[in-house]
């Protein structure tokens, strides 16, 4: 936790402008790393004592852990929580935008390749002559395998069921953040019963497949239906509130600029030094320095000046509209910033994936057994074209959008 | 969003040249399909894998065909599997007309998919889930250097319920597509 990579996210904002909205959302992604070490710690330990989980993996028919295997898991998975943001962006996903790399070619940056790489070149020193691994003998290209959810030895083949506690359905990370996020931004959204849900995880042997999975006990149904209904409500509410959004585009777009300013030219694949040199501390230095030098993003994000909505969908299949109604603002020439691909999956597996143990022991799909989780859009997705207040007037005035306000019934929204 | 249009497109025809070959084109066919086409025929569609449950999996695929359903590139039926030795449910993709049309049929990154996809399915027996699974799932631990005696124990604690004969029939028909997607490399080996 001392290491310069684990100390640099207490300057990575958990959720970037979100604290233009909601004031109290200044955390970072230090104590949410924290928070998810200390919940995946928990749900394990839970398990541990159920006798059908000791069963399936200590069995030789199973994965065969011996005490020395359950150790290795817990310290593998507390570290891999601990560790699984290193690579964030300042401002964290609001940084994570196309970027030229070294050859020339444009590549969404992904915080996973950045952890990834950050884990296997400063982990090792820490890791091999950390006294309580002598025993356990954990090194961090393991770590960095199991966080990538790649299967390269039998060791790994063993581990890779607690996976889903970091990537799954039920994951700590997702735990950790509704709650953590609800906590300090003030709204109750993102809550849920976090004791019955942990208590209520469990693994058994998918009934057709016979791989090993974590599925839910039947009696914390209703606390997994509350999770992943807190989870779309703070999408919806939250994460895709519309002055955060605008904000995040606007520093997105003011990103390459910055690196340009701070760094010159970098490829930060293949810099991790200048990697880690780079947090939301640098970031704010040089957003002041270049609206003082006129920039007008940059002022923008400064004083909080945030164009309006001119015009929302909230459905995918509306995607066409918001195209059509930015070309006619375009003819007309107002200049207008579209929104539109912002998207989250409700589940992170199909539906029919997430199993749900009954009293009876028999194994059911999540499908079947709640109504209400099978009720939710597949995909939760806002699409939205913003324009300056004075020609969000003059679009008002002269009626420029009518028609798709007429079939969109948002005229009484604004 | 053109890239993703493309994309959908791309994936449509995906799926209407698997259900010319298969009877059923689920997710694990799609998945599983896609993997092979990106690592073993070397043409990058963009979706970066992890091992996940029933093998190689990616969460951007999952995202697009969740995407594509919502737009009407493709439909989605649930469909329930009951025997007494399993009970589970899985989804049937049909390829439908709707959603933003991006001319790919024609170009030549389409061809370039339909002849590796009609290599990867040729020596395929029997073209389902469960062999699609298998194949991708060897070719996955192969890709990671696992090899001989360490790949089967290895599959074996990852996939119990398949035979050591499966095992081996699956090894012989991914080396039949390797060779006849890319005969130099495999003699090579």
Known sequence: MNSEPFQRLRRIRQLAFSEFVYPGAGHSRFE?????????????????????????????????????????????????????????????????IEWEDSCGRKNKIKHEFFTYSIVRKYLPEILDNHPENASLNINADDIA?????????????????????????FDCDRMDYLLR??????????????????????????????????????DGLLAIESLILARYYMYKQ???????????????????????????????????????????????????????????????L??????????????????????????????????????????????KFQQSEIMVVEQNKEIKPLKEASEIVTKLPEIIFVGRLYVSGKDRKRILNERLLQNFYDTSNQETKR | MKETFCRLSILRNVIRLLLKNLDVCGNTVLQKAIYLVQYLGGIDLGYEYSYHRCGPYSFDLAQDLAIGEALGYWQKKVERISSPACDYLFYRYDAQE????????????????????????EPIQEKNARKFELIATVFYLQEQGIEGKELQSV??????????????????????IKNSISPERENKM
């Not at chain 1, 890779?160 to 359905?169: F, I, N, S, Y």
């Not at chain 1, 293949?270 to 880690?276: F, I, Q, T």
């Not at chain 2, 074996?156 to 039949?176: A, D, H, M």
Request: proline content about 2%; glycine content about 6%; overall charge negative.
């Open chain 2, 98 to 121: 709707g959603g933003a049309e991006v001319d790919v049929e024609n170009s030549k990154y389409w061809g370039e998919i339909e002849e590796c996809l009609t290599k990867i399915l």
């Open chain 1, 145 to 169: 395998n199991f966080l990538e959810g790649k299967i390269i030895n039998q060791r790994l083949t063993k581990l890779r069921p607690w996976r889903e506690l970091l990537v799954g359905e």
């Open chain 1, 238 to 300: 939250v994460y895709f509130h519309k002055v955060r959004r605008y904000l995040d585009r606007v520093y997105g777009d003011l990103l390459p600029k910055i690196v340009t300013k701070h760094f010159g030219h970098v490829d930060f694949a293949s810099n991790l030094e200048k990697y880690l040199d780079f947090d939301d501390w640098v970031v704010n230095c040089y957003l002041k320095e270049l609206a003082s030098e006129g920039d007008r993003d940059a002022k923008k």
């Open chain 1, 181 to 218: 996020d609800s906590y300090h931004l003030g709204v109750d959204y993102g809550r849920f019963d976090l004791e019955r849900v942990t208590s209520s995880l469990t693994l058994v042997r998918h009934p057709d497949r016979g791989d090993i999975i974590f599925a839910l006990e039947e």
């Open chain 2, 155 to 176: 599959f074996r604690l990852l996939k119990p319920k398949y035979s050591e004969e499966e095992l081996k029939e699956g090894i012989g028909t991914l080396k039949k």
């Open chain 1, 302 to 347: 400064i004083r909080r000046e945030c164009w309006k909505v001119i015009y929302e969908i909230t459905s995918i299949t509306e995607l066409n509209k918001l195209t059509e109604a930015k070309s006619i603002l375009k003819e007309k020439g107002i200049e207008s910033l579209l929104d539109s691909f912002e998207n989250q999956r409700t589940h």
């Open chain 1, 32 to 96: 949410h790393s924290l928070g998810v070490m200390h919940l995946v710690t928990k749900v394990f330990d839970r398990m541990r004592e159920k006798r059908n989980v000791r069963d399936l993996l200590e069995s030789s028919e199973g994965l065969g852990y011996d005490l020395s295997m359950w150790d290795c898991a817990r310290a593998t998975l507390r570290i891999a929580a601990l560790v699984h943001d290193l690579g964030h962006m300042p401002f964290s996903h609001a940084g994570e």
